[in-house]
C-alpha cells in the first residue's frame, strides 16, 4: 500500500480514539455533577483527560496497518493528530470563554464579516475531519531517516521512493544532528504526484540597512504592488495586467473551471435531478449531492497548474521588492494588509472573480519571509481609508474602528480629495496623483507619520510600470531605478516636496 495512504488511515484512526474518549467524557460528566464536592476531587485528581501521545502509539502499534507503515514516519502521523486535535480543544475553549457583546451571533451563523473582538474567531472551530476513503496525506522524515549523497536524497527503501535530485543542498550523512537538513515532507499534489520539502537551517544575511529609510506597499487588483519609498525615488507599480499575468492567468482559470463544469453537469442526469429539488433536499441526498458537486481530477490537474504559476508570479514579485530594499538600505517595508478581507465578499460578480481569486496574503507571507532573510524589519497595517484620504494635502487616515458610521453604514468622514478614475486621484488643489501611489504614501505616513520629512526629498506623484509574467526567468532583479529596458512605461516626472503638500 502507498505510504501515504497508510498515513492518512493511521491519522483518522488516532482521531477516532480522541473522538471516542471525548465522548466517554462527556457521558462521565453528567454522572459527576451528582456526586459531593469531596468525591468529584477525588475522581478527578491524577486522571489525564485524554490519552496521550505515547498511549495512542502503544494502541495502535499492533495494528496490521501500522506494521506496514515505516514507525517513524507512522510516530510523526501521530503526533500530527495530536497537535491538531489540542490545537482544536484550545481553540474551543477560548471561544466558549468569549464574552463578548455580539459573540453569540457568531456563534450561531458562523459567517460573520469580521472576527470577534474579543476572542478572533469569526465562527466556532470546527473538530479535525477524518481522512476520507482514498485520501492521502504527507508523511515526514527526520534527519535520522534520510541521507544526501552526490546531491540526491535517498530515503528508506520500504518507503518505495526513488533518489530525488536536489541540486542545492549539500552531502550529509544519515543521523547527522549536525546537518542543515533536519526534515523532509512528502505532500501529495492536488493531482497525481507529489511536492517534496526540505526544511533546513538558513542563515539570515545581515546588510547594510538604514532603519529611517521606510518602504511602503500598496496591494491591488490590477496593480498587484505599488511600491513608495522615502529616499526621492519614483515610484513602482507591478502590473498583473500583462499578458501572461495574474489576471489573465485568473481569467483563463474561471473560463476553463465553467467549462468543466457544465461538461460534469451534462454528463450526469442525477445531478439535474438533484438541483431542481435543490435545496429541498433529504440527508441522503444532501450526502449523494456534495459527493457528484465534488471536484473531477481534470478540475484538479487546472487548479493545481493555476496555483503554480501565480506563486511563480508572486515569488518574482517578492524577489523584486526585497532586491529593490536591499540596494536602496531600505530597513523597515510597511505593507497595508486588511485581514479578513475577503470574508463575505459582496461587490459584484465580475469584482469577486477577479479579486476573490487572487491570493493576496500568499504574496505578504513571500515577502514577510524574505525580509526576514535579509534582516530587514516588516510591519503590516490595515490599509482603510488610505486610498480615500489624500496625501498631498495631508488627510488624517484613521482607523475603521473608532469611526462613526452613519445609519447606512458608511463613515462619516470627509476628505479633501477625490478619485475620479481608476488610477488617478485628484487633491483639493487640482493636482493629479497616481491613486495607488497616493494610497501606499498614506501607508506610510500612516505607520510613519514624519517619514518624508526625514530626508526632505521630492515625492514623485507617477509610477514605473513593470510587466512580470510567467515566463519571466530572469536570475537577478533589473535596475529598476534607473533602468530604460523594455516592459517599463515611463510617466511624466511631476515631483512634490513634502514641505509643500497642501499648498498651490
Known amino acids: 500500500m502507498d505510504e501515504t495512504r497508510i498515513a492518512a488511515i493511521i491519522f483518522s484512526r488516532d482521531l477516532v480514539q480522541l473522538a471516542e474518549r471525548l465522548f466517554m467524557l462527556r457521558r462521565e460528566y453528567f454522572w459527576w455533577k451528582c456526586l459531593d464536592p469531596g468525591w468529584r476531587a477525588c475522581y478527578t485528581k491524577g486522571r489525564p483527560m485524554y490519552p496521550s501521545f505515547y498511549d495512542i502509539n502503544a494502541m495502535m502499534r499492533w495494528l496490521p496497518v501500522y506494521r506496514e507503515a515505516i514507525p517513524t514516519c507512522a510516530a510523526n502521523t501521530i503526533q500530527r493528530a495530536h497537535d491538531a486535535w489540542r490545537a482544536w480543544r484550545e481553540s474551543t475553549r477560548t471561544f466558549n470563554a468569549c464574552k463578548a457583546p455580539w459573540h453569540a451571533k457568531v456563534a450561531l451563523k458562523g459567517d460573520a464579516r469580521e472576527p470577534c473582538p474579543g476572542c478572533g474567531y469569526t465562527g466556532k472551530p470546527g473538530m479535525p475531519r477524518y481522512a476520507k476513503k482514498g485520501q492521502r496525506s ?47 515532507r512528502i505532500i501529495p499534489a492536488e493531482s497525481d504526484g507529489f511536492w517534496v520539502e526540505f526544511i533546513h537551517d538558513v542563515d539570515v544575511i545581515e546588510h547594510a540597512v538604514n532603519e529611517q529609510n521606510v518602504m511602503g506597499i500598496d496591494l491591488g487588483m490590477n496593480a498587484i504592488a505599488t511600491i513608495v519609498n522615502n529616499l526621492g525615488d519614483q515610484p513602482i507599480c507591478f502590473s498583473g495586467q500583462c499578458k501572461g499575468g ?30 431542481r429539488k435543490h435545496p429541498n433536499l433529504s440527508r441522503d441526498e444532501w450526502t449523494e449531492w456534495h459527493g457528484l458537486m465534488a471536484s473531477t481530477r481534470h478540475m484538479a ?20 521588492i526585497i532586491d529593490l530594499a536591499v540596494a536602496r538600505n531600505i530597513g523597515k517595508i510597511i505593507i497595508g494588509h486588511n485581514p479578513f ?164
Not at 487546472?302 to 524577489?319: A, D, E, Q, W
Open 246 to 275: 495574474a489576471k489573465e492567468i485568473n481569467q483563463w482559470y474561471s473560463k476553463e473551471m465553467a467549462r468543466l463544469q457544465a461538461d460534469r453537469n451534462r454528463s450526469n442526469p442525477r445531478i439535474a435531478e438533484l438541483q
Open 341 to 504: 478581507q475577503k470574508q463575505g465578499l459582496d461587490r459584484g460578480k465580475r469584482f469577486n472573480q477577479e479579486f476573490g481569486q487572487l491570493p493576496i496574503f500568499r504574496l505578504v507571507s513571500m515577502i514577510k519571509y524574505k525580509a526576514a532573510l535579509n534582516g530587514i524589519t516588516l510591519v503590516e497595517i490595515a490599509e482603510a481609508f488610505t486610498s480615500k484620504a489624500s496625501f498631498l494635502d495631508d488627510d488624517p487616515v484613521p482607523d475603521r474602528q473608532v469611526m462613526v458610521k452613519k445609519p447606512d453604514g458608511h463613515s462619516d468622514m470627509t476628505f479633501s480629495g477625490k478619485r475620479v478614475a481608476r488610477g488617478l486621484y485628484v487633491s483639493k488643489h487640482g493636482i493629479h496623483i497616481h491613486a495607488d501611489v497616493n494610497a501606499a504614501c498614506n501607508i506610510v505616513r500612516k505607520a510613519c507619520p514624519d517619514a518624508f520629512t526625514r530626508h526632505d526629498m521630492p515625492v514623485k506623484l507617477y509610477p514605473r510600470r513593470i510587466n512580470v509574467n510567467i515566463n519571466d526567468n530572469s536570475k537577478k532583479s533589473p535596475d529598476i531605478f534607473g533602468w530604460n529596458g523594455a516592459g517599463v512605461r515611463h510617466h511624466p516626472d511631476r515631483v512634490i516636496y513634502p514641505h509643500q503638500s497642501g499648498s498651490n
Open 138 to 184: 504527507a508523511i515526514y522524515f527526520t534527519y535520522t531517516q534520510f541521507s544526501i549523497k552526490n546531491h540526491h536524497a535517498i530515503f528508506p527503501r520500504k518507503s518505495g521512493i526513488a533518489p530525488i535530485h536536489v541540486p542545492r543542498l549539500m552531502d550529509q550523512a544519515i543521523n547527522d544532528a549536525r546537518a542543515p537538513v533536519k526534515q523532509t
Open 301 to 320: 490537474i487546472v487548479t493545481g497548474k493555476r496555483n503554480r504559476r501565480v506563486g511563480k508570479l508572486f515569488h518574482v514579485i517578492s524577489k523584486h
